[in-house]
């Protein structure tokens, strides 16, 4: 019997077979371009990672360069024309000592009145891969805390602070706060603020205090002591380009500034009548001297106390301090009435460094008093100084800062009247019933001309940014 194969049966399996092969050739192709394209894209990302950290390579490398010679723009060699300076490319080398890509940077020195360096650096790889980061690098300031201080501290529960605040010693915080709050000290004696000998580092009465983002302790101190060498260096900067107003003498027991959109008016004092509870600058006499204009470098020091209120527009530092440093003879300043920014949008900035105390006088309006501005005590402290005698003490409804606070000294130290400072009171007492201490975030980056530093420098801000 002969049998016969179907050729239309046959015809139809080689179809089969032949789609079949089709599709698994496409199935092939298709997962050869998927990893073909996922290789292409891992060894995108990767270069591109590798150039931001060639960028950052740089920014480290100009770091380690300002912290050794801080006034150095143009990568150790003489500056020629306008900046920003550069560009200056160095190459940047693995582990394994290969070359792996360049950076290159382009710097520009702080402007009038500021501290921040700008370096830009941008990343690129052997393999053609760029990217580029803008930075400002500086010297933290005393300006990045809303509290500072050197001794312990009370903060009672009708205080709300609205940035960092830190102790070198410790702090009693009944109040809220709204950022981190660190202490130098890992336990420490709180008799002087009602708690015990051994106290944590951070604590509040009952547990009553609110820490928004947290207390960390211990951290590394605050230094106060080279802020004697910053006030000096103001002092020379103010004689050079600044504002210098020498000591006074005889009945003339230093100046009276009212800071104006115009200029500073500034005024001899002759005389105080200090326990008046209310009036302003009407309690002082006075002998006017000049209206100067806002000096260019925007630094005025004083050899002399300071009397000071009014509205600004400009970016200050006022210092009033006595050289040779000699304890009895240290200079203070006194807030006699407001003082206010014209604007609050950090192009307008005020510190006052005093070489001892900042006091607001007994005189300011019962309302309350607002104060736009950082206020640092190198030697002293902040705040009403109590006084004994009942009818000279005075009462005041609030008190609004707008800038922060760094202080020496605290409420558990002696005046050199021999009373105390502080802010807080009860009715019948010295002080302010209601205390507001806002954060002023634009000084961490831009702090007041010359405001003194806490530390080596430091990045103060980073964005990358785009590249062509």
């Known amino acids: 019997m002969t049998y016969r194969v179907s050729t239309r049966r046959s015809g139809f399996t080689t179809f089969i077979i032949l789609g079949f092969s089709v599709l698994i050739l496409g199935l092939a192709t298709g997962l050869m371009n998927l990893v073909t394209s996922n290789t292409r894209v891992a060894k995108h990302r990767s270069e591109s990672v590798e150039a931001l950290e060639v960028a950052e390579a740089g920014v480290n490398y100009y770091l ?16 020629q024309g306008d900046p920003p300076y550069g560009p200056f490319t160095h190459e940047y080398k693995n582990a394994a000592g290969e070359v792996i890509g360049t950076y290159t940077l382009t710097i520009s020195p702080p402007s009038v009145g500021e501290t921040a360096v ?24 005393f300006s990045q805390y809303a509290w500072v201080l050197n001794n312990r501290v009370w903060f009672g529960p009708s205080a709300t602070t609205y940035g960092p605040v830190h102790s070198n010693e410790g702090l009693r915080f009944d109040g809220r706060a709204k950022k ?8 420490y004696d709180a008799r002087c603020v009602g708690g015990a000998n051994g106290a944590p580092g951070i604590w509040s009465q009952g547990n009553v205090g609110v820490f928004d983002e947290g207390k960390q302790f211990p951290v590394t101190a605050v230094d106060f002591q080279k802020l004697a060498a910053d006030l000096s260096q103001i002092k020379t900067d ?60 925007g630094l005025v020091f004083a050899e002399a106390n300071l009397w000071i209120e009014g509205t600004t527009d400009d970016r200050l530092t006022i210092a009033a301090a006595r050289f040779p440093d000699i304890p009895s003879q240290r200079r203070d300043i006194t807030v006699v009435d407001n ?65 922060g606070f760094g202080s020496y000294k605290s409420s558990c130290d ?30 961490t980056y ?17 964005q990358e940014i785009e590249t062509d």
């Open 180 to 187: 981190l709050v660190t202490s130098a000290r890992t336990t």
């Open 339 to 403: 003082i206010r920014y014209t604007v609050e949008d950090g192009t307008v900035a005020l510190g006052l460094v005093a070489q001892r105390d900042i006091r607001f006088a007994h005189y300011t309006p019962p309302a309350g008093l607002e104060v736009d501005s950082y206020l640092l005590a190198a030697n002293g402290g902040i705040g009403f100084v109590f006084s004994n005698t009942s009818g000279n003490r005075s009462t005041k409804a609030s008190f609004i800062n707008n800038g």
């Open 118 to 141: 700008r370096v830009t650096a941008q990343g690129e790889t052997t393999g053609g891969r760029t990217r580029k980061i803008e930075t400002q690098l500086g010297l933290p300031s």
């Open 446 to 462: 831009s702090p007041p001309p010359q405001f003194p530093a806490t530390g080596s420098f430091a990045v103060i801000s980073w």
């Open 64 to 79: 380690w360069h300002l912290s050794h010679d801080p006034e150095d723009y143009c990568d150790g060699s003489p500056c």
């Open 414 to 443: 002696a005046t050199p009247e021999g009373t105390g400072y502080g802010m807080v009171t009860s009715a019948n007492n010295d002080g302010f019933l209601v205390r507001n201490y806002y954060f002023d975030e634009h000084l």
């Open 238 to 297: 103010a004689q050079a380009s600044g504002r210098y107003l020498p000591a006074t003498t005889g009945n003339r027991r230093g100046y009276y500034l009212k800071l104006t959109p115009n200029g500073i008016e500034t005024y001899y004092v002759t005389g105080e009548n200090k326990f008046a509870r209310s009036g302003g600058a009407a309690n002082l006499t006075k002998q006017l001297l000049a209206t100067y204009p806002i000096p260019s470098n």
